[in-house]
């Protein structure tokens, strides 16, 4: 087994094993599927699975689905698949919350009789005014002191359908002074005349999501229930509903939190990305801009990117914003090792070589990886028509310009040394193509190297596939736009450029390699392994170095 990096969180487990060498670890990942997962569920992923598979235990996948308004079966399906895509399998069926509804409404039922929780029929704006602040304890509503047969028989009311949504709703009777507002007689039940995914038309009354919460944990034998910091005061109410239900359970679960992953540059909220999705600001959930799984799979990503992106972030108690580059990184080092180099023209401009015959055309065999001899060779072609790009080109270069002008001498990559003799413009004052001299001494295996001033890429014309390359930039142009009410103020502008230009013909002998390293440009992935139109369209899926952005 894999040596694994220990969190606080294991040593919580240690502890408890230590204490109890029977406990199965078991844990579980609940997602509630009203949207598509992103970047920082992958961190509650990774964690909760991997601690399940260390300790020889389960991980359940659950859907905590106590809202049907906001939730969909589409997302169901999302979820499960990148999960599986991220590498990890779930312990047995796929959970749901709402399988437990008839067992939670008994619960439910429980408590109204031990004269622990009542139907209040205050409005929903009266029960926020009646419940206080830090300063101000709350005060208790005038249902409070209903009998229990009262309550029994509203609580009845209301899920038969005869209270109308708003009326009425069940809360704990805990402390309406507690200092953990939380406990100020929550609602654990509340009325919703709304199909369900799961139990259709069944049900008109929906339990809260710290009702289910905890019960569920219980009925499935979770021993470690992980989740987000927002969720601490949670654990009291948690603890208190497990603490006065007649629940029989071997070990019963406990609450840990940890910090939430926050992604520079990046919203991490559901109803957020729902919201950038909405307004067209991106192209749907798997938009590779999206910090979702599915869009960072679509952008290029691969599933051990992120997971060593999560190993590299930990799981700890500090909130911190993580830096964009600290990902970027992950899968740049990757694909480093793994992707096969090929040469890519992002913005051509052609070039004729004047001291070389019309139909002249040279193979020169170059290796697909420059310390990989095992990822083998290609053929490329030189010939009096070539492309490089046109940033590799200067009118009026300054004195430090290090690569193609007039006069000045550069390398083609794996080629001959060219010097620029003149430009050749169009009437509308366009540079058409550059003529340039080579020097047939300056062999590509650098016996007889002369002087240049910079190395560029550049495809023969008799080599070429058409290409179409979408470059991406970050969504938002403020570093942490999570902290701002009006987040969308700081959308980026033209966050998606599409080029033209052409790859190594190569390319076509097999399509099924999708993720590559164009040679100064940068790594990109293949979006469909066919033409289309002729062309093929590629993803920037990183630039090659930190922070470089053309
Ligand atoms: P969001 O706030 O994005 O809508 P959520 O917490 O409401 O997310 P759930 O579907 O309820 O989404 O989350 C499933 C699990 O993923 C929970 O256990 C939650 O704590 C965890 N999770 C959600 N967001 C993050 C995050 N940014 N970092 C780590 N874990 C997260
Ligand atoms: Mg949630
Ligand atoms: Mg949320």
Same mark, same amino acid.
């Given at each position: 087994?894999?040596?694994?990096?220990?969190? &606080?969180?294991?040593?919580?487990?240690?502890?408890? +094993?230590?204490?109890?060498?029977?406990?199965?670890?078991?844990?579980?990942?609940p997602p509630e599927p009203n949207g598509h !997962?992103?970047?920082?569920?992958?961190?509650? =992923?990774?964690?909760?699975?991997?601690?399940?598979?260390?300790?020889?235990?389960?991980?359940? !996948?659950r859907f905590d689905d106590t809202n049907p308004t906001k939730e969909n079966v589409k997302f169901i399906?999302?979820i499960?698949?990148?999960? !599986?895509?991220?590498? *990890?399998?779930?312990?047995?069926?796929?959970k749901f919350s709402s399988q437990y509804f008839s067992l939670l409404y008994k619960f439910a039922v429980q408590l109204i009789k031990k004269n622990l929780a009542y139907v209040d029929q205050l409005t929903k704006k009266q029960i926020r005014d009646y419940r206080g602040t830090?300063?101000?304890?709350g005060k208790k509503s005038p249902y409070r002191s209903r009998s229990i047969k009262e309550n029994l028989y509203l609580f009845k009311q209301m899920k038969k359908g005869l209270i109308p949504e708003g009326h009425a709703c069940l809360r704990a009777k805990i402390d309406m002074?507690s200092?953990f507002i939380i406990m100020r007689d929550p609602v654990l039940y509340r009325i919703l005349y709304c199909k369900h995914h799961q139990t259709l038309n069944y049900w008109c009354i929906y339990p809260m999501y710290d009702f289910a919460h905890c019960i569920a944990d219980?009925l499935?034998?979770?021993?470690?229930?992980?989740c987000?910091?927002e969720f601490?005061e949670n654990?009291h109410l948690y603890?208190w509903i497990?603490?006065n239900i007649?629940?029989?359970?071997?070990?019963?679960?406990?609450?840990?939190?940890?910090?939430?992953?926050?992604?520079?540059?990046?919203?991490?909220s559901k109803r957020k990305l729902q919201m +950038?999705v909405d307004k067209?600001?991106?192209?749907?959930?798997?938009?590779?801009?999206?910090?979702?799984?599915?869009?960072?799979?679509?952008?290029?990503?691969?599933?051990?990117?992120?997971?060593?992106?999560?190993?590299?972030?930990?799981?700890?108690?500090?909130?911190?914003?993580?830096?964009?580059?600290?990902?970027?990184?992950?899968?740049?080092?990757?694909?480093?090792?793994?992707?096969?180099?090929?040469?890519? =023209?992002?913005?051509? =401009?052609?070039?004729?070589?004047?001291? !070389?015959?019309?139909?002249?055309?040279?193979?020169?065999?170059?290796?697909?990886?420059?310390?990989?001899?095992?990822?083998?060779?290609?053929?490329?072609?030189?010939?009096?028509?070539?492309?490089?790009?046109? &940033?590799? $080109?200067?009118?009026?270069?300054?004195?430090?310009?290090?690569?193609?002008?007039?006069?000045?001498?550069?390398?083609?990559?794996?080629?001959?040394?060219?010097?620029?003799?003149?430009?050749?413009?169009?009437?509308?004052?366009?540079?058409?193509?550059?003529?340039?001299?080579?020097?047939?001494?300056?062999?590509?295996?650098?016996?007889?190297?002369?002087?240049?001033?910079?190395?560029?890429?550049?495809?023969?014309?008799?080599?070429?596939?058409?290409?179409?390359?979408?470059?991406?930039?970050?969504? *938002?142009?403020?570093?942490?736009?999570?902290?701002?009410k009006? &987040?969308?103020?700081?959308?980026?502008?033209?966050?998606?450029?599409?080029?033209?230009? &052409?790859?190594?013909?190569?390319?076509?002998?097999?399509?099924?390699?999708?993720?590559?390293?164009?040679?100064?440009?940068?790594?990109?992935?293949?979006?469909?392994?066919?033409?289309?139109?002729?062309?093929?369209? $590629?993803?920037?899926?990183?630039?090659?170095?930190?922070?470089?952005?053309?």
């Amino acid at each position: 087994q894999k040596k694994i990096k220990k969190n &606080f969180i294991y040593h919580i487990i240690d502890q408890d +094993l230590s204490k109890n060498k029977n406990l199965k670890i078991h844990t579980r990942f609940p997602p509630e599927p009203n949207g598509h !997962l992103h970047i920082g569920h992958a961190k509650s =992923i990774f964690l909760n699975f991997s601690i399940a598979k260390f300790y020889k235990g389960k991980c359940n !996948l659950r859907f905590d689905d106590t809202n049907p308004t906001k939730e969909n079966v589409k997302f169901i399906s999302s979820i499960k698949k990148d999960i !599986l895509w991220l590498g *990890f399998v779930w312990n047995d069926d796929i959970k749901f919350s709402s399988q437990y509804f008839s067992l939670l409404y008994k619960f439910a039922v429980q408590l109204i009789k031990k004269n622990l929780a009542y139907v209040d029929q205050l409005t929903k704006k009266q029960i926020r005014d009646y419940r206080g602040t830090l300063k101000k304890p709350g005060k208790k509503s005038p249902y409070r002191s209903r009998s229990i047969k009262e309550n029994l028989y509203l609580f009845k009311q209301m899920k038969k359908g005869l209270i109308p949504e708003g009326h009425a709703c069940l809360r704990a009777k805990i402390d309406m002074e507690s200092p953990f507002i939380i406990m100020r007689d929550p609602v654990l039940y509340r009325i919703l005349y709304c199909k369900h995914h799961q139990t259709l038309n069944y049900w008109c009354i929906y339990p809260m999501y710290d009702f289910a919460h905890c019960i569920a944990d219980t009925l499935e034998n979770i021993t470690h229930s992980l989740c987000t910091l927002e969720f601490q005061e949670n654990k009291h109410l948690y603890n208190w509903i497990l603490n006065n239900i007649d629940i029989n359970v071997k070990n019963r679960p406990y609450q840990y939190e940890f910090s939430p992953l926050k992604l520079e540059y990046n919203v991490l909220s559901k109803r957020k990305l729902q919201m +950038l999705v909405d307004k067209k600001i991106v192209n749907g959930w798997n938009d590779p801009r999206m910090p979702t799984i599915s869009g960072l799979r679509k952008k290029g990503y691969t599933p051990d990117s992120i997971i060593k992106f999560c190993e590299k972030v930990g799981v700890t108690k500090q909130n911190n914003l993580i830096q964009l580059s600290t990902l970027e990184s992950c899968i740049r080092k990757e694909l480093n090792e793994t992707s096969p180099r090929i040469m890519a =023209i992002l913005n051509p =401009i052609k070039i004729i070589i004047e001291n !070389l015959p019309e139909c002249y055309m040279e193979i020169i065999n170059i290796p697909n990886h420059p310390n990989k001899p095992e990822m083998g060779n290609r053929k490329i072609i030189f010939s009096k028509e070539i492309y490089i790009d046109k &940033f590799d $080109f200067c009118e009026y270069p300054s004195k430090e310009y290090k690569r193609l002008s007039i006069g000045k001498t550069v390398k083609l990559r794996y080629g001959y040394n060219i010097t620029a003799t003149a430009i050749k413009k169009n009437q509308f004052n366009n540079i058409e193509y550059i003529t340039c001299t080579y020097d047939p001494h300056t062999i590509k295996n650098n016996l007889y190297i002369k002087k240049y001033v910079g190395i560029i890429h550049w495809i023969s014309i008799k080599n070429t596939i058409s290409a179409k390359f979408k470059i991406y930039k970050k969504l *938002f142009y403020i570093q942490n736009p999570e902290l701002k009410k009006n &987040f969308l103020d700081y959308i980026n502008t033209n966050t998606l450029n599409i080029k033209t230009g &052409f790859v190594e013909k190569s390319i076509m002998m097999n399509l099924s390699i999708r993720r590559y390293q164009f040679e100064r440009e940068g790594y990109f992935y293949l979006c469909c392994s066919i033409l289309k139109d002729n062309f093929l369209t $590629f993803n920037q899926i990183v630039t090659l170095k930190k922070n470089k952005q053309k």
